[in-house]
C-alpha cells in the first residue's frame, strides 16, 4: 500500500530535526542477509525521510550516518557505507533547494571523495534547506576541535559558550529542536554533545530501514505534546 501523505502542520517550533539512524545491521539480520544490505535500504530510507522533512516545511535535518567509532566495523561493511556516500553525492548534485552540509573529520577519506564532499558544500552554500550529513563525527572530537580551533586563533581571554558553539562544525545551524533516535536503542552515543542541550528526544522500536514517513509524523506529532520551558517554570 503506498504512504498517502497526511497533512500535518509544522510551525517555527520545530526548524531542526536530527536522526540517530539506528538498525540497519540488525534489519539485515533478520532477514538472514549481509549487514550491507541494510545499510543500502537505509539510505533509501534516509532519502525518504529526508524529502518528507522538506515537504513538510522543516529547515534544517542532520543524519548520523557514520561515527568515528564505527570504522572498527568489518571492512566490507565500512566500505559499503562509504560506497552509498559517493553514490549519493553523485545524485545530490541534481537538487535544487538543499544545501549540503558535512559534518565531522574529512581528511581520512580519500582525496577524490574529500574533494566531491567539499565541492558538494560550496556550490550549494547559498540555499534555503540545510542537510547536514555527519560522516566520521563524534560529539567530543567536535568539541575538542572547537577549542582547538580558538587557541589557533589566540585565544587569550576567558571563552564564552558562543564562542564554541560558532567553531563548531554545526555553526551554521541552529540546534536541534528533536532528535530521534530508531531501533530501541536509549542513548545519544556521542551525537551533537554540545547542540542537544535542550533537545527532545524520540525513540522508537523500529529499525531505520523500516523508519518511514508515518513513523515520522508520529515523531513529530510526539515533539508537539511537549511543553519546553528551557529552564524556565512549567
Known amino acids: 500500500m503506498l504512504f498517502k501523505k497526511k497533512e500535518i502542520h509544522v510551525d517555527s517550533r520545530l526548524s531542526h530535526i536530527a536522526f540517530i539512524m539506528d538498525g540497519n545491521g540488525r534489519w539485515a539480520k533478520k532477514r538472514a542477509m549481509p549487514r550491507k544490505f541494510g545499510h543500502r535500504q537505509g539510505a533509501k530510507s534516509f532519502e525518504r525521510v529526508v524529502c518528507e522533512c522538506k515537504r513538510l516545511g522543516i529547515k534544517t535535518v542532520t543524519v548520523y550516518a557514520f561515527s568515528t567509532e564505527n570504522w572498527s566495523r568489518p571492512k566490507d561493511e565500512v566500505d559499503s557505507i562509504i560506497e552509498l556516500l559517493s553514490s549519493y553525492i553523485d545524485r545530490a548534485q541534481k537538487e535544487k533547494d538543499t544545501r549540503f552540509v558535512f559534518l565531522g573529520d574529512k581528511s581520512v577519506l580519500g582525496d577524490d571523495l ?17 542537510l547536514n550529513i555527519a560522516f566520521n563525527y563524534g560529539g567530543r572530537a567536535e568539541i575538542v576541535h572547537a577549542c582547538n580551533e580558538l587557541i589557533g586563533q589566540g585565544a587569550k581571554r576567558s571563552v564564552s559558550e558562543k564562542d564554541i558553539s560558532e567553531h563548531l ?5 541552529p540546534d536541534p529542536d528533536l532528535i530521534v533516535r530508531t531501533a530501541g536503542e536509549c542513548r545519544i552515543s556521542n551525537f551533537l554533545l554540545w547542540q542537544s542541550a535542550y533537545s ?13 514517513e508515518k513513523e515520522l509524523h508520529r515523531a513529530i506529532e510526539s515533539f508537539y505534546k511537549r511543553k519546553r520551558n528551557f529552564g524556565g517554570v512549567t
Open 169 to 173: 562544525y554545526t555553526s551554521a545551524s
Open 114 to 130: 574529500q574533494k566531491r564532499m567539499t565541492s558538494l558544500e560550496e556550490e550549494t552554500k547559498d540555499r534555503p534547506l540545510t
Open 200 to 212: 527532545e528526544f524520540y525513540f522508537t522500536d523500529v529499525l531505520w530501514p523500516d523508519f518511514d
